[in-house]
């Protein structure tokens, strides 16, 4: 996924976590409508610093706060990242993949039958423990997300953001059938053993809204 396209995907996820139009967005932002369409339509390649910037603060957060860049940055340089496959909890994938890693979650709109059957043995656990989200999934299926096995939802990228349950309900086997190896959490996993996570560290930066932690599949990495 390029760089634009991981922005447009993240603009379209706070669109729908905030019900917000693209006249609302071009109303906060201060931008033209026309702008806004071309970016979200994919004609333009390049949206720029100060377009993603306006956007950001649209959505009432900093530019860091949207991609936590150098937190992201760091997390790379530790773990000698070399583009293996990944995975968010906590919060949305787009931002990985702004930051160059790949992910096997996403908002994806078009992906094939095998890969949504696929990718739905990993987050069984979770299903079947939350009626709501297998329907969500099975029935639609776009937010190829790891979904919790409490809430409808574990998604947020604010700082105020507290979750009770801090267990992760995911088949690691068929995560790393897929080739995932990594899982950035929003939160400390309390059951990381038991679901054969293995925590590396947790991240945090002075412009970053969160802490991250790194967690990879399967406790053969030497740190």
């Not at 906060?28 to 994919?42: A, F, V």
């Not at 860049?69 to 906590?90: H, M, P, R, T």
């Not at 998604?155 to 267990?167: H, M």
Request: charged share 25%; with cysteine.
């Amino acid at each position: 996924m390029q760089i634009c396209e991981a922005t447009v995907k993240r603009i379209r996820e706070l669109l729908k976590r905030d019900r917000l139009t693209l006249y609302a967005l071009s109303y906060k932002t201060g931008m033209p409508l026309s702008t806004l369409k071309c970016i979200l339509n994919g004609r333009s390649k390049n949206p720029g610093i100060v377009n993603i910037q306006k956007i950001a603060e649209g959505f009432n957060m900093s530019i860091r706060e949207f991609y936590s860049c150098d937190l992201f940055g760091q997390v790379k340089e530790d773990i000698g990242y070399e583009g293996e496959w990944s995975a968010a909890y906590g919060f949305h994938p787009a931002v990985l993949e702004y930051n160059g890693i790949a992910t096997l979650d996403g908002y994806l709109g078009f992906y094939p039958q095998s890969y949504k059957e696929d990718f739905r043995r990993i987050i069984a656990p979770a299903l079947e423990r939350v009626e709501a989200s297998r329907v969500y999934y099975d029935d639609w299926g776009a937010r190829a997300y790891l979904y919790s096995g409490t809430d409808l939802s574990v998604v947020s990228q604010f700082k105020s953001f507290t979750v009770e349950d801090k267990d992760i309900y995911i088949d690691a086997g068929a995560f790393a059938d897929l080739g995932g190896k990594y899982i950035f959490s929003r939160f400390e996993l309390s059951n990381a053993d038991e679901a054969g996570l293995h925590l590396i560290k947790a991240y945090e930066a002075e412009e970053a809204p969160y802490a991250v932690y790194v967690y990879c599949c399967g406790s053969d990495m030497a740190y």
